[in-house]
């Protein structure tokens, strides 16, 4: 099955600095890449996704970037808030499983004040 | 819309005890699951359900048992529970997705269980 891994488990930067986190996976047919912030004590809540015909997409302080052909995706917040300190996950679904998704372990991203 | 939403909140069990973990959404959503969450290890997934009397395994089934009579609710089913059953359960729904995308998956809000 899939199999997504996430680098760095842990990330501290200083507010207003850019964070970047690096999820790469296995199975070439897989389609879907959403990204997932955890809150201490909350659920995941989707912040960013993106599909396999597109290479980037924006949403005001974050973007994803996606390169199929080395299998990894990246997320990216800029101008960093104390708001922003939390889990992030990532995820990738294979063309033939439906919504299942393979989950990383999660990065832990700390923005220093 | 409540969204997804999970009974109990918390829960504290015994070894060899049972119990069933409520989980239930009111988007009219086909495909509902349930995810183990530990420290360190992520979200792993438990059991899923693409509509009404069909339900897969996931990553980690053993020891749970589940069933989807209706679309609204699939509830998560502890057998005998041990130790290692200690995690926060999450369920999650989404529409079905298709070969050319999917669809956001919504957490209900956890189930925090201890197994003494």
């Known amino acids: 099955g899939e199999n997504v891994e996430q680098h760095p488990s842990t990330l501290s930067v200083q507010e207003g600095d850019s964070a970047v986190i690096k999820c790469t996976y296995s199975?070439?047919?897989?389609?879907?890449f959403p990204w997932y912030k955890q809150e201490l004590g909350k659920r995941p809540q989707l912040i960013i996704d993106i599909r396999s015909n597109v290479g980037e997409k924006k949403d005001q302080r974050i973007a994803v970037t996606l390169n199929k052909t080395a299998k990894h995706f990246s997320l990216h917040i800029t101008e960093t808030q104390p708001e922003d300190s939390a889990v992030y996950f990532c995820?990738?679904?294979?063309?033939?499983?439906?919504?299942?998704?393979?989950f990383g372990k999660g990065n832990q991203v700390v923005v220093i004040p | 819309n409540a969204g997804v939403t999970q009974t109990p909140k918390f829960q504290v069990l015994k070894t060899g005890q049972s119990m069933t973990l409520q989980c239930a959404q009111d988007?009219?959503?086909?495909?509902m699951s349930w995810y183990r969450q530990d420290p360190g290890m992520g979200l792993r997934l438990i059991h899923y359900?693409?509509?009404?009397?069909?339900?897969d395994q996931g990553e980690v089934p053993n020891g749970y048992n589940v069933s989807r009579s209706t679309t609204e609710d699939f509830p998560l089913r502890l057998l005998s529970a041990a130790p290692s059953q200690t995690s926060v359960y999450f369920c999650?729904?989404?529409?079905?997705?298709?070969?050319?995308?999917?669809?956001?998956?919504?957490f209900g809000p956890g189930t925090r269980l201890t197994v003494t």
């Open positions: 199975d070439s047919a897989s389609n879907y």
């Open positions: 999650a729904s989404s529409r079905i997705g298709t070969e050319q995308g999917a669809h956001e998956q919504y």
């Open positions: 995820a990738a679904r294979t063309l033939y499983g439906n919504n299942r998704l393979a």
């Open positions: 359900s693409v509509g009404a009397g069909i339900t």
């Open positions: 988007m009219n959503h086909e495909y």
